[in-house]
């Protein structure tokens, strides 16, 4: 059952990958401006910056998996850089695995849609 984990992450590294190699104009790398020209939602998370995820995923996703830009708050911003990416796993399926590239012993419960309780929890990769 966690084995979706390490897909949905080699599956967002593809994609990156893929985007930043598609020709001239994405030499840099990712940008949010060219993941929502490419059907990606990117938006402003306040204190941490524009976040761009892929087509597809939704609130009953097991797991989201999302490329992150904290030194914008632009969500079409032509020149960010790359900071990493963030995984989130559906409150369900997490039980209490470490988040080491954050240095933390667990992940970062998120209340993502309003409720009384976790709906998923956040590692970031940096």
Known sequence: ???IVPI???VILTLALSLSLSGDASARG???KR???AGWTCFNVPGLGVHCQPPGADASS???SFLYFSDTSNPTDENADLSGT????RADLYHGQPCPQEGTEEWTGLDLFGGPEVDYYACHHK
Request: zero cysteines; aromatic letters at 0%.
């Open 1 to 3: 059952m966690l084995r």
């Open 8 to 10: 949905a992450a080699a």
């Open 30 to 32: 990712p940008t949010p």
């Open 35 to 37: 993941l929502g020209d």
């Open 62 to 64: 097991a797991t989201i």
């Open 86 to 89: 963030e995984l989130l796993i």
